[in-house]
């Protein structure tokens, strides 16, 4: 009769040793995970974002008060966010990846605090009455959001987000008329522009 015999220090050893490969291995790719590029990027998307706020442009030009002007950009900023989540979306399932992948997340990270802090912002200026603030401050955070995010994406979406900075730089240091043309040139003409590019780069 044969009895069971224990494992021995040479099978507790590679038992071990297979773990801490595993370990190692699980290491590996969780880094690599995080150290890589958010890529889903709508170029697409951003294409008709762009084309939206041109149209929001022209819609808020024919407003005959502040308050209609502000609600037909707080309308396009929803918008813009609904087709930008859509796009993205579509663009990572085509590829096979998880839009809250560890890019991703940092992608968010980076963008929703600069927005978050134009929305206080929107409503502390709308008490004070200085609205026309609000497209110069607008550009400025969205811009600053773009370039934090951007700095785990591809290289043409924080250099997108400076042209933000730059517009509504331009916005605050002129006079209030020249509010809704930035912004047209922002929300518009940048996203039109960095669209195509990144569609052409990068995909859809």
Known sequence: MRTATRPGPRDD??????????????????TMAGAS???????????????????????????GSVAAWIGVWLSEAVLALAVGLLAA?????SAGEAL????????????VPPLAAGAVLTIAIGHAGRADL??????????????????????????MGLG????????????????????????GGLHLLFGILIWREHGG
Request: charged share 15%; no cysteine.
């Open 164 to 187: 933000f900075m730059l517009a509504g730089a331009g916005a605050l240091a002129g006079p209030p008329s020249w509010g809704n043309p930035a912004m047209a040139v922002g929300f």
């Open 134 to 159: 609000l497209p110069g401050i607008w550009l400025l955070l969205y811009g600053a959001g773009v370039v934090t995010g951007g700095a785990h994406s591809v290289r043409a979406v924080p250099i």
């Open 100 to 111: 809250l992948s560890a890019p991703g997340r940092k992608a968010a990270l980076g963008f």
């Open 13 to 30: 050893g590679a038992e071990a040793l297979h773990d801490r490969a595993l370990e190692h291995l699980t290491y590996i790719r969780d």
């Open 37 to 63: 590029r958010f890529t889903a990027v709508p170029g697409r998307g951003i294409v008709l974002i762009g084309v939206t706020a041109l149209g929001a442009a022209f819609a808020a030009s024919r407003t």
């Open 89 to 93: 979306a579509r663009k990572a399932r």
